[in-house]
């Protein structure tokens, strides 16, 4: 008898928790993406509130946006090519803006800003302001004008000032890479090539597993851009003009298997003979 009573009591904490759990895990992920990242006060406020727990309360704001970019992450996974709601870019960088002004020496606000405030929201300048804000604080750091130097190269075209942070990436760093990318012009034949390597580097070394899912996925969606510029390429050579289709590489046997979109696109040629996707590079999101 004396032993049955702990037994039942921990069969009826079981089973509590168990009736507790599924209904709040239902709950959490029926709710609104924007209420789960809620809301948090103004950095003027927070700045006075937060005393001399600064680097704490930025890392609390850095881990709230992981949190809430997690979800969306699964989210998009779970629901296939197309997502219910967007995710509130906004106000993410709102909070890491605030992190950083907090703590201008937290790594992991300006590693995760770069992730999304570039590819998924484009706000290229926004992202480069605050990579160059926090090359002020950490003067050790190769990982932050390396971000900007593929930045200014990559999405805003501007060879001089990619040049200049690479430069800069490469005495920090000692790699070959960045001290090569600074002594050389980056032609648009070449950036793919860039944005390949970039993502590959961006894989192996994410900590977080959902920004690393989001890296892989726009990788592979820029693998496949690869193979068809590079089956493209070959065509042209051969046969003296360019392809008309996509498909019609696949039918001439330049290119197989074809390559599919991982966001649920269609890769097509513009009128520029550039590979373009229906998607965008994004995940599409269902109308209500």
């Keep these: 008898m ?7 009591i921990l069969l009826i ?13 239902s709950y959490m992920r029926s709710k609104p993406i924007e209420e789960k990242l809620g809301y948090v006060p103004s950095i003027k406020i927070l700045k006075p509130m937060s005393v001399d727990q600064k680097e704490l309360t930025a890392a609390a704001l850095v881990f709230k946006v992981m949190m809430y970019f997690g979800d969306v992450v699964g989210r998009s996974q779970d629901e296939g090519p197309v997502v219910t709601e967007q995710p509130d ?19 992991d606000a300006y590693y995760f800003a770069q992730g999304f405030l570039t590819w998924d929201a484009g706000q290229i300048k926004v992202a480069n302001d605050m990579l160059q804000y926090g090359m002020k604080y950490r003067t050790w750091d190769w990982y932050l004008p390396f971000f900007a130097g593929f930045n200014s190269a990559f999405f805003l075209k501007d060879y001089g000032k990619a040049a200049e942070f690479y430069q800069r990436a490469g005495k920090l760093s000692g790699q070959q890479l960045h001290i090569n990318l600074a002594g050389r012009y980056l032609q648009e034949s070449g950036h793919t090539d860039l944005a390949i390597a970039y993502l590959t580097g961006m894989v192996k070394t994410a900590k977080n597993e959902a920004v690393k899912k989001s890296y892989q996925t726009r990788l592979a969606a820029f693998q496949g851009v690869r193979r068809i510029e590079q089956a493209r390429d070959r065509f042209l050579a051969e046969r003296g003009n360019r392809p008309v289709s996509v498909n019609q590489l696949v039918q001439s046997g330049y290119l197989a298997p074809a390559p599919v979109d991982p966001y649920g696109g269609r890769f097509f040629f513009d009128d520029a003979g550039k590979v373009s996707t229906t998607s965008k590079f994004a995940f599409a999101t269902k109308n209500k």
């Design 13 to 25: 904490g079981l089973i509590s928790y168990t009736l507790l759990i599924v209904p709040f895990t």
């Design 89 to 107: 870019l906004q106000g993410m960088s709102r909070l890491l803006h605030g992190a950083v002004q907090l703590d201008p020496y937290n790594m």
């Design 2 to 8: 004396t032993y049955r009573a702990p037994v039942i």
